[in-house]
């Protein structure tokens, strides 16, 4: 598979009154084409903000790239002049965002909303252009696209809109399509369609894309590879199996056991304890330690390497470190990992395998 | 949408109805009456001249009159312009007033925008520092300050334009009008700037950064129309005050406009003349709330009015 982008000791800070704020400490990850990768993590691990790094959305005045390089097509995004980078938003990497209802030009015509990258990006014809958003309205499931187009945003419904801004950013057939939490603002159903709406699309098109949610529901419908981010770091990255039935990291043992699940007969959501780290001040070690059952002496003093589990799965933990004590993770957690090949709690008659 | 427009229109009539009601009867209570200059005039002519204009008749007699007269468009004869109709006389006077108005609405509003999105554009700099000093100066500082400043300076001590009267042509409405512009530009200004900086703050400007657009296109073509409708609902109300101010600005460069008149109206108990150029000025407030109402729905199609429902 080729790599389509990669992002490599990315470190973005902001400036604030009260101080830098490291908002990304150190990112590492590759996109492979046609893939989609999950990015989840609580709010504030950083998501969004190394999504938004990448199209460089971020207030130039009040944000700064400290270390690293997005390399996309053999350019380094970070020290592109703005001019170029309009060149490539909305053609080569396009976004979607959290709330359809904000997220549309209440006072421009969904038409002119979509055919606008076009206009902007190719060399066609009004004509052409009309046509080309008509066709994305259809394709996106908009029925009776012809008349609707000249249509204001308040006319459609939440869901509407969505695929609205979803045909937007599909209008260049862009390489990658960063999906900032498109199904958050919607009711589950709705939710449902859009995800289903999103898979087809990538069939049909060939477009890589990074998903950023904190539902882990979501994550197991549509990724294919998942990257764990927790103050301001990737924690743990690997294939959606590997991830959700051999997680290493502690925080992604959290994020798992504080899933709803049907199977188990919890009286009790599990709820990660204690509450985000001060990015204004980092922790020294591991940034999640402080809320960790699981943490080590060291996780205190150095912040972990990457370990690897296999060619497709690392974790930053303490815990893989040759010398570190056999820990028992969660019995939720433990339970997933019966069923997982290469897993220590492997059992070759369990149900999935 | 005709509905809606022939509903507004019917609602017009009756407020013009209620305001040419409630100042008839408001105009009784002035002390004195129309003819108390004509002090040469002994007892048995008072009457005569009273009986000529009818105001000897009871007051609910003189209403009726009155209203069945500007049901038909006529505003009667004025008290103190020896005779002439008041149709006539504001005809004669709307032409320096009016031009004043559309100049410095314009001018006002259009500088006053240009203000704001550069002081919103370039946030918390000095451009944005100079636009709001301005912007405040012009709130605080009364038009008749101003006006008497431009006269002093432009006028008298540079001589660039005449201090007053309307007789040099487009040159004797500069300094006036400007003085006028002063109010709404300082409100555009405020307007567009507050509201330019929560647009551009809003998801479909970072969508459309994320389109490709470039900062020029994201100021005009998204963010200009969105953050025009705050303004344009004080627009009427700035009309409003154009026109008030206006009644001084035009006492002040000595300008032959409605304003001037109806001042020295009010001075001499012209009851026909105060009554008329109200109106008059009323109906032109209730106009131009209206073109508010109706350019609302042109620029924010949420606030377009749904066939009749409304």
Redesign the interface.
């Known amino acids: 598979m080729s790599k389509i982008l990669q992002v490599k000791d990315l470190e973005l800070s902001f400036h604030t009154f009260a101080g830098e704020v490291k908002a990304i400490r150190g990112v590492n990850f590759d996109l492979n084409k046609g893939e989609t990768l999950a990015i989840v993590g609580e709010s504030g691990s950083g998501k969004s903000v190394t999504t938004k790094s990448i199209m460089r959305l971020l207030p130039e005045s009040s944000s700064e790239f400290k270390n690293g390089e997005i390399l996309f097509d053999g350019k380094d995004l970070t020290k592109l002049p703005e001019r170029e980078m309009q060149k490539i938003r909305g053609k080569d990497i396009s976004m979607i965002f959290q709330d359809p209802m904000t997220s549309l030009n209440p006072t421009m015509t969904i038409g002119k909303q979509i055919m606008e990258p076009i206009l902007k990006h190719q060399k066609v014809s009004k004509a052409k252009a009309r046509k080309v958003a008509i066709e994305l309205l259809n394709m996106v499931g908009i029925p009776n696209a012809e008349n609707r187009y000249k249509m204001y945003p308040h006319q459609f419904s939440g869901g509407q809109r969505q695929r609205i801004v979803i045909a937007t950013a599909l209008a260049c057939n862009p390489q990658i399509l960063i999906a900032d939490e498109p199904t958050t603002a919607l009711d589950v159903t709705i939710q449902a369609q859009i995800l289903e709406l999103m898979k087809d699309i990538q069939k049909k098109i060939d477009t890589s894309i990074i998903f950023i949610t904190h539902d882990l529901g979501v994550v197991a419908n549509v990724a294919d590879r998942v990257a764990v981010m927790y103050g301001g770091m990737i924690v743990e990255i690997g294939t959606v199996d590997e991830i959700f039935y051999n997680p290493q990291h502690p925080y992604t043992w959290g994020l798992l056991s504080s899933m709803p699940s049907m199977d188990l007969n919890e009286e009790k959501l599990y709820a990660i304890p204690g509450t985000p780290p001060d990015l204004l001040n980092p922790p020294k070690g591991d940034a999640f330690a402080l809320r960790s059952e699981y943490a080590l002496k060291i996780d205190m003093e150095q912040p972990p390497p990457f370990f690897r589990v296999s060619d497709t799965h690392y974790a930053a933990t303490w815990l893989l470190h040759p010398q570190a004590p056999q820990v028992e993770p969660p019995a939720g957690i433990i339970e997933r990992m019966r069923t997982f090949p290469g897993s220590r709690y492997y059992e070759a008659t369990g149900g999935r395998a | 949408m005709v509905k809606y427009i022939g509903k507004r229109i019917i609602y017009m009539f009756i407020t013009m109805f209620l305001i040419a009601t409630a100042t008839f009867f408001l105009m009784q209570t002035l002390p004195g009456s129309p003819i108390q200059s004509y002090s040469k005039l002994n007892d048995t002519q008072k009457a005569i001249v009273e009986k000529k204009y009818g105001i000897d008749k009871p007051k609910p007699v003189q209403y009726a009159i009155y209203m069945k007269n500007l049901a038909k468009g006529d505003l009667g004869t004025s008290f103190a312009f020896k005779g002439k109709s008041v149709n006539d006389l504001l005809a004669s006077r709307m032409k320096p007033s009016f031009i004043l108005g559309i100049q410095a609405m314009v001018f006002g509003t259009i500088v006053g925008i240009l203000l704001g999105m550069i002081a919103a554009l370039k946030q918390n700099t000095f451009w944005d520092y100079g636009s709001t000093f301005f912007a405040i100066l012009g709130i605080s500082i009364p038009s008749f300050v101003f006006a008497t400043l431009l006269q002093y300076y432009v006028g008298s001590q540079w001589h660039l334009l005449p201090v007053g009267l309307w007789n040099d042509g487009w040159k004797s409405s500069i300094l006036p009008s400007l003085a006028l512009a002063m109010g709404p530009l300082a409100l555009s200004a405020r307007f567009i700037r507050t509201e330019m900086i929560e647009v551009m703050g ?3 400007i ?9 900062g020029f296109e994201i100021a005009f ?2 963010a200009f ?2 953050a025009l409708i705050p303004l344009i609902t004080v627009l009427g109300p700035v009309a409003a005050g154009l026109v008030t101010g206006s009644l001084v600005v035009e006492q002040i460069f000595a300008i032959p406009g409605i304003g001037e008149q109806f001042v020295s109206s009010i001075m001499v108990n012209d009851f026909a003349t105060i009554m008329g150029t109200t109106l008059f000025f009323s109906a032109f407030l209730i106009v131009v709330i209206f073109i508010v109402d109706i350019l609302y729905g042109v ?4 606030i377009r009015v749904a066939g009749g429902k409304a």
């Open positions: 809003s998801d479909y970072t969508l459309a950064k994320a389109k490709g657009a470039s073509k998204h129309r969105n620029i924010d199609p949420r």
